[in-house]
């Protein structure tokens, strides 16, 4: 089995630099991603469009690892998200016009590989900090 590690650090690359298409490389066609505030989102395709707007919001930004742990077919990550919000958001609400405010957030991820891909995608992080973080909502 390849390096799990390595399949997330290409990936933070892969979204660190646009290169959304390279993804194909590393998810599975049916790849599934859980995210707090865009809820499930299943497919290649769909996860590729969900990593565009965010791209689209944040141009700068990046998806630093701090610490990874592998064990068996899955990989656990600690990281920060940083960026500028420059751009407008998509939410379930609607679209969110750019803030112009950094962002520096603790996230968790947690990937599930088969086969080589990943197959589960699962995202943790705080909401409330994110929205205090751009300003939607006060401290």
Do not use: C, W
């Amino acid at each position: 089995m390849a390096n799990l590690r390595s399949l997330v650090e290409r990936h933070y690359e892969n979204f660190a630099t646009a290169n959304i298409a390279a993804e194909d490389e590393i998810f599975g066609p049916n790849v599934v991603t859980v995210d707090p505030g865009a809820g499930t989102v299943e497919g290649l395709d769909a996860f590729k469009a969900y990593e565009e707007g965010f791209r689209r919001a944040f141009p700068d930004g990046r998806l630093n690892l701090n610490s990874a742990i592998e064990g068996g077919n899955s990989v656990t990550v600690e990281g920060t998200f940083t960026g500028t919000n420059t751009g407008p958001l998509a939410s379930p609400a609607g679209e969110i016009p750019a803030t112009g405010r950094k962002l520096e957030l603790p996230f968790a991820d947690f990937f599930e590989v088969e086969s080589g891909k990943i197959t589960r995608h699962r995202i943790y992080y705080d909401r409330m900090t994110f929205m205090h973080q751009l300003g939607l909502i006060p401290q």
